[in-house]
């Protein structure tokens, strides 16, 4: 296969999962800001890890040096897993209140995450994990979070499969 074409087709995928990073950071914003929805500590965490998805796809798409392609690649997918670890929580969180008593303990660490200070409105804890919030489609948000990840997962599982065997293609080549 034509190495140029693995490139672009590896560059697509980061591309669109940079899109989906973009369009759930988006969703939340739209929640937050228009329908009122107050951020718990874990949507927070979740908003972080689409905000490093977008910013590290969207690198690894337009950077063509291998090895930076990779680190960009390997980074993307570090930041889906917390993406996904921190989904993953919440809707564990979800099914089994705890009731904190109005406190969470996750709430200082996220608060004192650097965008906590330099975007306050969108980076700041303003709910507990353990509240509910109105389902879309059936599905809680954290829900369809999780869905959001695992969808990049695949794309950048693809798209690093791709890389392998772009690497392949040029040793052989030589």
């Known amino acids: 296969m034509n190495p140029r074409f693995d490139w672009l087709r590896s560059s697509r995928l980061l591309l669109l999962s940079s899109l989906i990073s973009a369009a759930f950071l988006s969703g ?3 929640l937050q800001f228009v329908e009122n929805e107050a951020p718990c500590p874990l949507c927070i965490l979740q ?3 689409y905000l490093c998805i977008a910013l590290f796809a969207l690198a690894g798409a337009i950077v063509r040096h291998r090895c930076l392609n990779l680190a960009l690649r390997v980074l993307t997918l570090l930041a889906t897993a917390g993406g996904i670890a921190a989904a993953a929580r919440h809707i564990w969180v979800l099914k089994h209140p705890f009731f904190s008593c109005g ?3 996750l709430r200082p660490l996220v ?3 650097p965008l906590a200070w330099i975007l306050p409105s969108a980076f700041t804890v303003s709910r507990l994990c353990e509240v509910p919030y109105a389902p879309i489609l ?7 979070s999780l869905i959001g990840y ?6 950048i599982s693809i798209s690093l499969f791709s890389s392998h ?3 392949s ?3 052989s080549s030589l």
């Open 28 to 30: 939340a914003f739209y």
């Open 103 to 105: 406190f969470d303990v």
């Open 169 to 171: 293609a040029t040793k």
């Open 111 to 113: 608060d004192n995450l």
């Open 47 to 49: 908003r972080y890890a």
């Open 165 to 167: 065997r772009l690497g």
């Open 138 to 144: 059936g599905l809680s948000l954290s829900a369809w």
């Open 150 to 155: 695992l969808s990049i997962l695949v794309l």
